[in-house]
């Protein structure tokens, strides 16, 4: 078993390290504080063929797998989870779907420009009313002769106003439940169609999340992405490698809180000692490092399982559900080092505390997590 990252790899999270380093870190508070969407940040992402990792060259995108993937998400989330959970709504939601379950015209229809950036992607599949039980939608598609006439709202949609490509999940066949949902392709500027209410949200402020509103939206018939009534089963495809994405971001996040308490305990001084000599310090530090170790196997498992054309619910699942939670207590317990100074905005600390906790809520809270889990191993 090799658990090291190649030369290749390596360089790759180098690289994505001196970006965010220096082309978010400067604005991170900025965006935070007027939940600004870093749009000519996240086009800069594009042309270094971050908005397309996992796709393969001749669909626009950067032809690595999930390893690398991971690295990046936890990279950009290290200093500024917004832009981690932007690209990973893009990347492993909107832009996945049409890869997994589109046909060749939409994957060539869509994937270049998703890769490259010059689309963004947004994917709606949660509704007002239908949050963990997804097959409970209401949001609506009914064929005519000119297509499909959509019908509700989706919220909670990462990129809802900037999206210029989205995939949302509305109900063909009331009678059938989760087999009378399917997927649909929705463009920007489409009649019948507009963003919604943006949220006003207590962490990652900088990545927008609104509600999408559909009346007598009419689309074409070849916006059906998969089979009719495939798009749940569909959506539950997309949701393994999207817990691998919230998995990187927990993780990228983690390592950022840990990193800031880490090099505040050896310059903060108490009692004439810096407080990384106290014990107390030393093993909420130890504990921190070695959870995060224990999360970025359980999420390279899964990614390299993903990379290899394995099956891996349980795996994202496990990964997704112990990252996101390792990712609160860093954060709570980085908050905590820094004392009174982690409760301001001067420090990175209070960020990080607020942004993590979304972690263990999209793409399926930690007690879904929970379910999924369960129900993989008591198969028979």
């Known amino acids: 078993m090799d658990f090291q990252l190649s030369e290749e790899q390596q360089q790759l999270r180098r690289s994505v390290r ?60 290290r200093v500024d989870g917004s832009v981690g959970i932007i690209v990973a709504a893009h990347t492993s939601l909107c832009a996945n779907h049409i890869f997994l379950a589109g046909n060749e015209q939409q ?17 709606g599949l949660t509704e007002p009313g239908s949050g963990s039980d997804a097959g409970s939608a209401r949001m609506s598609a009914v064929r005519n002769k000119h297509g499909w006439i959509l019908n509700g709202t989706k919220t909670f949609c990462t ?14 066949d009331r009678a059938a439940h989760t087999h009378g949902l399917s997927a649909f392709i929705v463009e920007k500027g ?43 089963i569909d959506a539950m495809r997309v949701l393994d490698g999207g817990r691998i994405s919230i998995a990187a ?15 505040y305990s050896k310059q903060r001084k108490q009692f004439g000692r810096a407080i990384s000599d106290f014990q107390a310090i030393q093993w909420k530090l130890a504990d921190m490092a070695t959870e995060i170790d224990a999360a970025r196997l359980l999420t390279m498992r899964s990614a390299s399982m993903k990379d290899a054309g394995m099956k891996t619910t349980l795996e994202s699942s496990m990964a ?28 990175p600390a209070e960020k990080f505390y607020r942004d993590v906790k979304l972690c263990t809520i999209g793409e399926g809270t930690s007690e879904i997590q929970r379910m999924v889990i369960a129900r993989q191993i008591l198969k028979d």
Not at 41 to 67: D, H, N, S
Request: contains cysteine.
């Open 159 to 172: 990129n809802g106003h900037y999206a210029d490509v989205l995939v949302v999940i509305a109900v063909t």
């Open 249 to 263: 971001l927990s993780l990228g996040m983690a390592q950022g809180a840990y990193e800031a308490a880490l090099n």
């Open 107 to 123: 994957k060539h229809k869509y994937l270049p420009r998703l890769a490259s950036g010059e689309f963004i992607g947004a994917w």
């Open 320 to 347: 997704k559900l112990y990252a996101s939670e390792v990712a609160v207590k860093c954060a709570n317990e980085g908050v905590q080092i820094h004392g009174g100074y982690g409760f301001i905005k001067d420090y």
């Open 190 to 232: 489409t009649k019948g169609f507009r963003p919604g209410k943006k949220e006003n949200k207590l962490g990652l402020r900088a990545s927008d999340t609104a509600e999408l509103i559909f009346e007598d939206c009419l689309i074409p018939e070849e916006n059906l992405v998969g089979a009719e009534g495939n798009g749940f």
């Open 18 to 77: 001196e970006f965010a380093e220096r082309e978010i870190l400067p604005n991170v508070m900025k965006w935070d504080e007027a939940g600004e969407f870093p749009l000519a940040t996240i086009k800069e992402l594009g042309k270094l063929g971050l908005m397309g990792v996992v796709f393969p060259p001749e669909l626009g995108g950067a032809g690595m797998g999930y390893v690398e993937y991971v690295t990046a998400i936890e990279e950009l989330s």
